[in-house]
């Protein structure tokens, strides 16, 4: 045990280590994301067709018209990368489903039909870095990653835009962090939570695309966890 266990840092499960087991609680976490987005008005004013997120997009080239998700969906995986991004197709499949209330079929392809989403793996991007990814959004939602992570941050984005009910509209898209460290503190030393509770909570922070989870586990000899 440390010398000074006053406080504790652990990190978050990153996805393309271990996806939470429990996904990204899509369905509590729409509410939170809700009260966070800008109003209609103020967005508008902000930047015209900018799509709402947290944290927004950082460059998009949108275009005309709107893509939307089939009604039989399926997350297309491409063929050499079937064994790469197999938990992040998996977690977006869960996800998505839960918040469609429909299944959503997992294949491999070079191709997403109209409606589908397509996962692949890119080169390495000195300013996307290893969570970086880009969108091209046609007739399919095409996520590229050089990392199983930047894949799943394309795939809450995707999470975001579907649960907002705006309008989609055809682009291309790349987003990356602007701080390497995002997370929140947590004071486990004063009132217990459950751990089924903090996993949710972990959840939650990824679909937010927070990455470091601060535990301040234990004060006066007791432990926050039960």
């Known amino acids: 045990p440390s010398s000074d266990p006053a406080e504790y840092r652990t990190r978050a499960r990153r996805p393309s280590q271990s996806s939470p087991s429990r996904g990204c609680r899509p369905r509590r976490s729409r509410a939170f994301v809700a009260a966070l987005l800008p109003s209609p008005g103020i967005a508008a004013g902000a930047a015209a067709n900018r799509p709402l997120g947290i944290p927004a997009l950082q460059e998009f080239i949108p275009a005309g018209g709107t893509w939307t998700i089939g009604a039989q969906p399926q997350i297309v995986v491409r063929p050499r990368d079937r064994t790469t991004l197999r938990r992040e197709a998996a977690q977006l499949a869960r996800d998505l489903s839960a918040v469609l209330g429909r299944a959503v079929r997992i294949s491999a392809g070079r191709r997403g039909r109209r409606g589908d989403i397509v996962l692949a793996r890119s080169g390495r991007s000195a300013r996307l870095g290893a969570e970086g990814y880009r969108l091209r959004i046609n007739r399919a939602f095409t996520i590229l990653a050089s990392t199983g992570t930047g894949v799943f941050y394309g795939g809450r984005s995707l999470l975001q835009l579907v649960q907002s009910g705006q309008p989609i509209p055809p682009r291309r898209a790349q987003d990356w962090p602007r701080y390497p460290q995002r997370g929140l503190m947590l004071d486990l030393g004063r009132r217990p939570y459950p751990l089924a509770w903090l996993e949710a909570y972990v ?15 234990t004060d006066d000899q007791r432990w926050g966890i039960v």
């Open 203 to 217: 959840s939650d922070m990824g679909y937010l695309k927070l990455n470091l989870l601060h535990l301040h586990l």
